[in-house]
């Protein structure tokens, strides 16, 4: 097969507007999980075959992508992505937020703040916030029809009683425009508040499960939490070894096998820039 | 104490359900009070369980209706009621018991949270608030307060069924509907859980309707009765009356059939 | 004026599991009783003494006649009322000491007692009960307990604070002093003669001569009203 065999970006352009009409839908009701006939990709399910689908379905030649996983540029899954992108839309690419007109991103918010006109695609495992709570598909979508949500804080004073204090660390539920409840996608707490009145449009796609979601530009995002037991946006309490910030998100490293390890920024790209500026001069790896 | 005003709190009329050919119940009428306690009783296939869905607006009635005053004091048809106004009035303003706790619980999910469920689904947002109504509500049912972060998936049949009632009672009901509340319990249990329905249905002047089939139940529990065949109201009235001067030939063989303690 | 006025009452019973067997009590009942007094009903055993009473408190339905009860400022016919205003009536102005004690199971007899009182003031209840029972010569210690494993003579005595506790003005008592010993049996009389100095109608099935000599301002023969 060569590359003339591929429609631009893979879908066939009834699917792009079929999955582009449930998009308008999920802008149209911030929050809210609209179905969508998922398509088969050339990647298994639990790859991000959602994310790819509603990436697809707004692609245009003269878009820039950037892709990452955990952060990360450069893992594997980031490449394969970008690559496909590269094979079957020919778009241009790049590591910079700041450049990038379409950022595809698997459980991390960029460091760098968006601006306008960009997009941030989300790639969803479980859609559904109650689901654990609640398996029945039936009894999720009358409570978020008829806005149920006691459950939801059922999940919370849980984790107060287990643990002293809201234990969720990702995947952190939120509510959208004062509506609908959603689950940001398996992000850490502490990308939650960049959800809030963000000047880009965040679109989340889960291809197993068949839905789509959106939050418009500059829409309301908080976070759920008890009066007594407020949501605190969690990081380690550390320095990047590479280019020492101190506010952003951590991952930690093991550099050897004989328990070393380091914490470096999740964000690949802005660690690079921070160092392009001259931050963290240490090249040595922390103990 | 029963508010012997002339408001009903709940009304039937001709209450008929039809399953296909099948006849549920048919024709059922009443009234009941705040306050006042009533029991369905009936053996297997009386009907007396299809007539409590259709109370408590599980199940449409094939003819008839149900009207509910509600706490502004207007009756309404529960028929004419959206799914989401229904829906609330299940959450505050009744409270369903299963015979089987297990279905009126989220049995993963520990006790403090079943019992606080209702309020947070009400809005109550302080964690230490809410839990403090759970723990007086385990208080109240005699469960130990340090079971309140176990799951009722670890607690005994008894405690289950008490949590059970707490948790339909946190948001204070006016009315309550209870399916076999002692069904499958054991007998040294169902006498003590009888004594707490029994203490807080008088405290709490709720209004109950208890389908059983057992009719110490029924004498212990109600002020009324109504006792069921082939899905129409055989005999109704008052429990002691009812129970002692049976005069219905079902009810004389009813009340014969209880073996003496 | 009356407390309580029977009026041509009868009543029968229609056996359906004997086919049908139909047996007639009693017809053309009439007494009345006036605040303060006592009414005591004597006749042969099975004669429809009891029945009379459950009839009057409701317990029984009436196949005809009335009933007449005062309740506030009200006269109502309770074989006339619905099961609603029977229960009313009941808790505002009849009391009902029956034969046996029928209790709850698993509930102490302090609180068998006390819940009488309809909940209205839980520490006052008890209290109340408490006195009562001491009265009744029922030990301390045996307050706390569950009275299904008391004697007979424990458990009546337990059923008569129970009915002798609220204050209302009709008090129906069946046969308060069978399973009595004589020191009680004079308790029981003194608590009787204390309700009708406090104004309470009482009617009383009474089979001992010298408890009935003691309280009893009437006598109504119940052989008297034996239907056909």
Known sequence: MNEAAYNFAYLDEQTKRMIRRAILKAIAVPGYQVPFASREMPMPYGWGT???????????????????????????????????????????????????????????????????????????PIPEPLRFLE??????????????????????????????????????????????????????????????????????????????????PYTQVVSLDFEDHPFVPYRFNGTCALCGATDSYLDEVITDDRGSRMFVCSDTDHCAMRRARGHGLDPEPAR | MIDTEDHPLLRAQALTKWYGRQLGCRDISFDLYPGEVMAVVGESGS?????????????????????????????????????????????????????????????????????GERLMAVGWRHYGRIR??????????????????????????????????????????????????????????????????RGLVGELRLAAIIVTHDLAVARMLSHRIIVMKDGAAVESGLTDQVLEDPREPYTQLLVSSILPA | MYALDVINVRKSFTLHLQGGLHLPVVAGVSFAA??????????????????????IFGGYRCDGGRILIRDGDRIADIAAA?????????????????????????????????????????????????????????????????????????????????????????????????????????????????????????????HDSKVRDAVADQIVDVASFAAA
Not at chain 3, 145 to 172: C, H, K, M, W, Y
Request: net charge positive; aromatic share 6%.
């Open chain 1, 50 to 124: 959602g994310g790819v689908q509603v990436t697809a379905s707004i692609l245009g030649p003269d878009d820039i992508l950037k892709v990452i996983d955990q952060g990360s540029d450069d893992t594997t899954n980031a490449v394969s992505i970008r690559k496909f992108f590269v094979k079957t839309a020919g778009v241009r690419t790049t590591t910079t937020t700041a450049d990038a007109t379409v950022i595809q991103t698997r459980h991390r918010i960029p460091e760098t703040a968006l601006h306008e006109g960009q997009i941030l695609v989300f790639q969803v």
């Open chain 1, 135 to 216: 398996p029945r598909e039936t009894e999720t979508r009358r409570m978020h029809a008829l806005q149920e949500y006691g459950l939801m804080h059922v999940k919370l004073y849980e984790d107060i009683s287990r643990h002293g204090e809201i234990a969720t660390s990702y995947a952190y539920p939120v509510k959208v425009d004062g509506r609908y409840v959603m689950d940001p996608s398996p992000t850490p707490k502490f990308d939650n508040p960049k959800m809030n009145d963000c000047p880009a449009l965040q679109l989340f796609g889960a291809g197993r499960e068949k839905r789509i979601y959106a939050i418009p």
């Open chain 2, 47 to 115: 009907g007396k369980t299809t007539l409590l869905q259709l109370l408590s607006a599980q199940l449409a009635p094939t003819a008839g209706r149900v009207l509910y005053r509600m706490r502004d004091g207007i009756m309404r048809d529960l028929a004419s009621m959206g799914e989401a106004e229904r829906r609330f009035l299940f959450r505050t303003d009744w409270g369903y018991v299963h015979q089987e706790p297990a279905l009126g619980l989220r049995i993963a999910v520990s006790g403090g949270a079943n019992v």
């Open chain 2, 132 to 197: 403090g109504a759970a723990k007086d509500w385990f208080d109240r049912v005699e469960i130990a307060s340090d079971r309140i972060d176990d799951p009722p998936a670890t607690y005994s049949g008894g405690m289950r069924q008490r949590l059970q009632i707490a948790r339909n009672l946190v948001t204070n009901p006016r009315l309550v509907f209870m399916d076999e509340p002692t069904g499958g319990l054991d007998v040294s249990v169902q006498a003590r859980l009888l004594d707490l329905i």
């Open chain 3, 34 to 55: 006036r605040p303060g007094e006592c009414v005591a009903l004597v006749g042969p055993s099975g004669c429809g003494k009891s029945s009379i009473l459950k009839m």
């Open chain 3, 82 to 206: 619905s099961p609603r205003a029977i229960i009313g009536i009941r808790q505002r102005a009849m009391s009902y000491v029956s034969q046996f004690l029928r209790a709850v199971p698993r509930v102490a007899a302090i609180d068998v007692v006390a819940q009488a009182l309809d909940h209205a003031v839980p520490d006052q209840a008890r209290a109340s009960a408490a006195f009562l029972l001491r009265r009744l010569n029922i030990p301390e210690r045996l307050t706390t307990v569950p009275p299904a494993t008391f004697s007979g003579g424990e458990q009546q005595r337990v059923n008569i604070a129970r009915g002798f506790l609220p204050d209302r003005p009709v008090l129906l008592l069946d046969e308060p002093t069978a399973s009595l010993d004589s020191e009680n049996r004079d308790v029981v009389i003194d608590l009787i003669a204390e309700k009708k100095r406090r104004g309470v109608a009482v009617v009383a099935i009474i």
